[in-house]
């Protein structure tokens, strides 16, 4: 079951399959071991591409038999599939294959999860099912025929036959292997219904354990209101008479887009008031929406190879985030993404794992399903969309369904609609697509007369995928504002494209204050000269609700680096400042509530680093630490009116205006238990009648070293409900302070419900502790030492999650050179492992670089 040696893929090596699929017809027979299944496949030569040797993917099969034209053949065997000699015109290729699910713990191909079967595929698992050309531009109709002792057995498409025992399933739509799924077990469904635009009453399931039946309404009433928009929006229908979706409980990522068969990690599907936090019912919303999204982009128009993932998932990515802009609260959305960008985005594009939106190479494609592709990779369609205008947008969107539909294609394809449409010439922003690095973007001023000039410097700091990266093309938002806080200027796009550029703006009667990269108009490190009387000023008076927030967090970075270096106290401007967003009543509290939030510790560390400072993850902490104090004591006052006018006791509705208050309500209760010593958190955790306010207090008590008897009592309260003690496990872990995190971490490995085969446990527990900045990076390297243990352990179970945490220890260079040395000698073991994955090798050879 190893990898053999990793292989570099490169773009440059694209070469077409040989032949075209007329038709795929496949049979299963489940069987907890031995499952048995029979392909059918209509070959027929592919006119567009080289002379090649016929050759399927296939991995850990075994081959029962094999047919070309009804005669048995004999074909060459490796680890990575078979090859054989074929007829010169269209054959029939027929195979039997046997697999074993029930020891898949992978998570990738045909596996068994809680005694339910199903499939993951992307990347490359169709090949672990059946041998195939198993690469996304090879697209095909398939029918599938389902044999188990099962109640409900599902794939992709319209049901054909369907009772217990045997189904059919037929998909009329043409598409790559990654988009197969088939799903067979004791399943109940929640069932709903939408009528498309043009009619077509479409049948809804959501597929879930007996038991869950409860935690369904919310994930239907999300896919609705998604299907509409996409309507709406881009005037794209659904075109099956079915859709489903399935939640499974051991997945190694969010959800899957399958045509017609959606599934879904149980974490990003199921809900209910009493069991999942505010935020659990927005991501759920926003993933829901993802997948169903990925019908028209992903599935319709797919990508011609793995070099191109950001075609459908920057897309799809940025079409979610439309979605949840459009039906909450734009500027809410914008800054949640900004955070995430900054949280997860900029430390890889800042370091070893720093790769463009479209990769030129790769070994192992599930390496590559990252915060780039996904998050600037829906940056860059920002910004396109902001060059050439909304209507240009939406003509470029109609022209690509259109030409495309049915088809595997590419980024300059992409491209080509955009040109087509504006005329213009998109050779200078497709760097965006093949340059690593964040741009640094500094600005210099001069006034004089009326004029004022704004001059832009760009800078990307070269890496091993960009040594020399050239000037891109960004655009920066920019509005002006006079000592009044009144609107000289309106916000305009200025389009850079030099490497210094500058802009003037004539007839001003004084120095205006900029507002510079409003709504973050590209995804860049803005680096100003400026100082936190222009922050305090911005934060009281801009009209960008964007710039407004970045004011305040631009201030909370200064104050808080200034006191981790130098011992500062709390800058009095900023503590002010935030008084009075937080007294404005008409601010939206989602709003109010961001403003209260501090930087995150590892964007504290990105930007020490950035001004060539060693960050200490301890000094951070105790900066973090002392500022909240400091917050605390100065909203002293402010705090009773704030929790009283924001506590909600309508009956629970996670929707947006309702989440924001208590969002507002819960920032207010964690600085009211830095006064109280958690009393009212004690009370309102006994009150709580929703996990939000449940959660949320447990955390307030946990914050101030309270609340031991809150979370026994949690555990004995929700032990049979695998989601919440997935958030039991994390909060302890995530709360604890600096000197007690990696021992938490440790005991809950030994807790008899640390499962640590399901991804969701795991990364519950080693993931909350890579999350707690100053606990993993504690001075003697236990921290390191812990994880580097369980990545070893999972690594021969599931080498697709371990990967992904390998990221953990991307940063490592920042860091000081004892921390460094800790790093690199659990690096070096980890290396050193027998049989390491080709996963995690790659990961590791990479972070080390
Ligand atoms: N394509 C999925 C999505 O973006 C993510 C995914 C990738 C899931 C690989 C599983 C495996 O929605
Ligand atoms: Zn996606």
């Known amino acids: 079951m190893k990898d053999s040696t990793p292989q570099t893929i490169f773009l440059s090596d694209y070469t ?20 048995r299944v029979i392909s059918r496949i209509a070959f027929r030569p592919n006119p567009d591409a080289p002379a090649q040797q016929f050759f399927l993917h296939g991995k850990d099969l075994t081959l029962i038999n094999a047919r070309i034209d009804g005669q048995d053949i004999q074909p060459d065997i490796s680890d990575e599939g078979l090859s054989c000699p074929v007829p010169e015109g269209s054959f029939i290729w027929e195979a039997e294959v046997e697999i074993d699910p029930t020891n898949n713990t992978a998570l ?9 079967y199903c499939t993951q595929c992307e990347a490359e698992g169709f090949r672990k099912i059946t041998y195939y050309p198993d690469r996304p531009d090879v697209m095909a109709v398939f029918t599938v025929e389902i044999k ?77 209101r998604a299907m509409q928009w996409d309507e709406q929006v881009y005037g794209r229908e659904y075109d099956l008479d079915v859709f489903n979706i399935v939640a499974v409980d051991d997945f190694n990522m969010g959800a899957m887009e399958n045509k017609g068969l959606n599934i879904f ?38 990508c011609r190879d793995w070099f191109q993932l950001c075609l459908k998932e920057g897309l799809t990515v940025f079409r979610d985030a439309q979605f949840t802009a459009d039906i909450r609260s734009a500027p809410v959305k914008r800054i949640s993404d900004v955070i995430d960008l900054r949280t997860r985005q900029f430390p890889e594009d800042d370091g070893p794992l720093s790769h463009p939106v479209r990769p030129e190479s790769f070994q192992e494609i599930n390496n590559f399903y990252t915060a780039t592709v ?32 049915g088809q595997a294609i590419t980024i300059e394809d992409w491209l080509a609609v955009f040109e087509d449409i504006t005329e213009r010439d998109l050779t200078q922003f497709k760097r965006w697509y093949s340059q690593a690095g964040t741009p640094r973007l500094s600005v210099k001023e001069t006034y004089g007369s009326g004029s004022y000039t704004l001059t832009f410097t760009q800078h990307t700091p070269p890496g091993s995928y960009s040594p020399d990266p050239q000037p891109q093309v960004i655009p920066i938002d920019v509005g002006l504002l006079n000592a009044n806080g009144d609107e000289v200027l309106e916000t305009q796009t200025l389009e850079m494209t030099e490497a210094t550029q500058s802009f003037t703006f004539e007839g001003l009667a004084s120095r205006p204050i900029p507002s510079i990269l409003r709504d973050f108009s590209a995804p860049v490190i803005l680096e100003r000269d400026s100082n936190n009387d222009e922050r305090a000023f911005l934060l009281a ?42 007294r404005d009543k008409a601010l939206d509290p989602a709003y109010r509530a961001l403003m209260l939030e501090l930087p995150t510790q590892s964007e504290l560390a990105l930007f020490m680093s950035d001004r060539g400072l060693t960050p200490d993850p301890a000094a951070i902490y105790d900066a973090v630490q002392s500022l909240k104090q400091a917050m605390a004591e100065q909203l002293r006052e402010n705090l009773p009116t704030i929790l009283d006018a924001n506590i909600v006791r309508q009956e629970y509705k996670p929707d947006a205006v309702q989440s924001g208050k208590r969002a507002l309500y819960g920032a207010a209760l964690a600085l009211m238990s830095r006064l109280d010593d958690g009393s009212l958190a004690a009370m309102q955790y006994a009150q709580a009648d929703n996990m939000t306010l449940q959660l949320g207090a447990l955390s307030c008590l946990l914050e101030v070293d309270k609340g031991a008897l809150e979370l026994g009592a949690f555990y004995d309260q929700w032990q049979d409900d695998r989601l919440v003690i997935d958030k039991w496990f994390a909060l302890q872990i995530t709360r604890a302070t600096p000197d007690r995190a990696v021992a938490v971490t440790r005991a809950l490995t030994k807790h008899p419900d640390f499962n640590w085969k399901n991804p969701n446990r795991f990364r519950a527990t080693l993931g909350a502790l890579t999350g707690n900045h100053a606990g993993f990076h504690a001075a003697d390297g236990s921290g390191y030492e812990l994880l580097a243990d369980w990545l070893i352990r999972l690594d021969p179970v599931n080498p697709q ?49």
Request: hydrophobic share 40%; glycine share 8%.
């Open 374 to 405: 996904y998050e600037k990779g829906a940056e860059v369609i920002g910004m396109l969309k902001r060059l050439v205008g909304d209507s240009a947008y939406a003509e470029a969107l109609e022209l690509y369904f259109a030409r495309y539909d």
């Open 16 to 35: 077409p399959f040989g032949w075209l699929i007329d038709s795929v017809h496949l049979t299963f027979d489940l069987a907890a071991h031995a499952t």
């Open 541 to 582: 008076h801009d009209t960008d609700p964007f710039n407004r927030w970045e004011a305040g967090r631009a201030l909370a970075r200064e104050t808080l680096c200034a006191m981790a270096t130098k011992g500062s106290a709390p800058d009095t401007r900023y503590l002010d400042g935030i008084r009075s967003v937080l």
């Open 265 to 302: 990690n149980s974490s990003a599907v199921l809900a209910s008031p009493e069991t999942s936090t505010d935020a659990n019912f927005e991501r759920i919303e926003s993933i829901i929406a993802h997948e169903y999204f990925h019908n028209w982009t992903g599935n319709r128009i797919t």
């Open 148 to 224: 188990g002792p099962h109640p409900v057995l599902l794939s992709n498409g319209n049901p054909q036959t369907v009772g217990t025992g045997h189904a059919i399933w037929h998909d009329p739509w043409p598409k790559p292997s990654y988009l197969f799924a088939l799903v067979a077990g004791d399943l109940v469904a929640h069932s709903d219904w939408f009528m498309t635009a043009s009619g077509n009453k479409v049948d809804l399931n959501l597929w879930v354990r007996p038991g869950d039946e409860g935690k369904c309404a919310f994930g239907m009433s999300a896919l609705k």
């Open 108 to 116: 990738e191909g045909l596996y068994v999860s809680n005694g339910m």
């Open 801 to 849: 999650t371990t990967a992904r945490m390998c990221t953990a220890f991307q940063t490592w260079r920042r860091y000081d050179a004892s921390r460094q040395a800790l790093i690199g000698a659990q690096l070096d073991r980890i290396a050193a492992t027998p049989d390491l994955s080709g996963d995690v090798t790659e990961m590791i050879t990479r972070i080390k670089a």
